[in-house]
């Protein structure tokens, strides 16, 4: 249970046209993270299907049923908000309890989902505490909590972790992974955060303007993108993009390396370049170097590297990693 069609579904505010005729289909069990610059429709796509915006055109349909006419509560989605919507005045326990009392459940039975719930959050200490007592991370793990009680077909995060601060979103990127792994529950889930997308989805689906760029694994993104916009919103650092001369050796308008495609050398290399900023992660070295002919390059290293800004530098692409792009934006075929 949990797969849902989007099929030709358009949104309008007035004459405003945010949502294109889009379709997208989500196999049950998946995780999937939308994706994209902020303004570019995917917490409107959420909404749309959790029945908190109607559809201008189109239809949603969950488990091959139309529900493009049901009402939010009657969908058995389970949403999780950016800001918690926690009731102040309630225990962790009775904020859980809170959608199964307004189903009319017996007070035995959500006393026993509750308690299981919160053995499965690491809230059973917590659960006579009011949120106010707790820390950002602890308030989503109730608000996720609420969500699990219900036993959805699916869950939709609206950027779960956008309040958090940077360690508590690794933390609760891990935890929200490993509960779908455990649940293998459909899990929808927007952010504007690439690192979030690639490292939690099974699916990523890019958008732009209400316009779905291109789908797949996060890997298929990642190696295989189908434009210039998706090749530069997914990885991190960002791909390098070149255009005159470099690029037309290759036949392409435009081609894109990865930080991580190229090699560095203080000694010889296909192109001299001056070190700029360097960037000492510990872990990584990211230096940014100033090459004749292709501007600031973004070049990843291993570890710790002796280097100083103006520099000399030679810097070479994996020529089996270089990506080729026409004038129009879209990828061209690699060469062999």
């Not at 379709?23 to 902020?38: A, K, M, R």
């Not at 103006?310 to 004038?327: L, Q």
Request: hydrophobic share 45%; aromatic share 6%.
């Amino acid at each position: 249970m949990g797969s849902i069609t989007i099929s030709k579904v358009t949104k309008h505010f007035g004459a405003l046209e945010v949502i294109p005729p889009l379709d997208l289909h989500i196999e049950e069990g998946e995780f999937v993270v939308f994706v994209g610059p902020s303004g570019c429709g995917k917490t409107t796509l959420l909404r749309l299907i959790a029945g908190l915006e109607d559809v201008t055109s189109g239809s949603v349909a969950i488990d091959g049923t139309d529900v493009t006419q049901v009402a939010a509560a009657r969908r058995g989605l389970a949403m999780v908000f950016q800001s918690y919507a926690l009731y102040p005045h309630m225990t962790v326990r009775e904020n859980i309890g809170f959608p199964l009392r307004m189903a009319g459940i017996g007070k035995a039975e959500i006393a026993r989902k509750v308690e299981t719930v919160a053995e499965t959050l690491n809230l059973t200490g917590h659960l006579d505490a009011r949120p106010g007592q707790m820390s950002g991370g602890q308030r989503q793990r109730v608000a996720i909590g609420r969500a699990i009680v219900r036993e959805p077909k699916a869950f939709l995060f609206d950027e779960p972790l956008s309040n958090l601060d940077a360690s508590l979103r690794v933390n609760m990127r891990l935890e929200i992974s490993e509960l779908h792994q455990r649940l293998q529950t459909t899990a929808i889930y927007v952010t504007h955060d690439q690192v979030e997308a690639m490292t939690m989805a099974t699916k990523i689906v890019v958008l732009r303007s209400g316009i779905i760029e291109q789908v797949g694994s996060p890997m298929e993104l990642y190696n295989q993108p189908r434009n210039l916009f998706v090749a530069g919103f997914i990885g991190s650092p960002k791909m390098n993009f070149i255009t005159g001369e470099k690029a037309a050796q290759h036949d392409a308008a435009t081609i894109g390396v990865r930080p991580e495609h190229i090699a560095l050398s203080k000694d010889a290399g296909a192109w001299q370049g001056a070190v700029g900023i360097v960037e000492h992660l510990g872990s990584d070295t990211f230096l940014h170097v100033n090459v004749s002919g292709a501007g600031p390059l973004t070049v990843r290293v291993a570890g710790e590297l002796a280097v100083n800004f103006g520099d000399t530098v030679f810097v070479t692409p994996d020529a089996n990693r270089i990506h080729r792009f026409d004038a129009a934006g879209n990828a061209l075929p690699r060469r062999n």
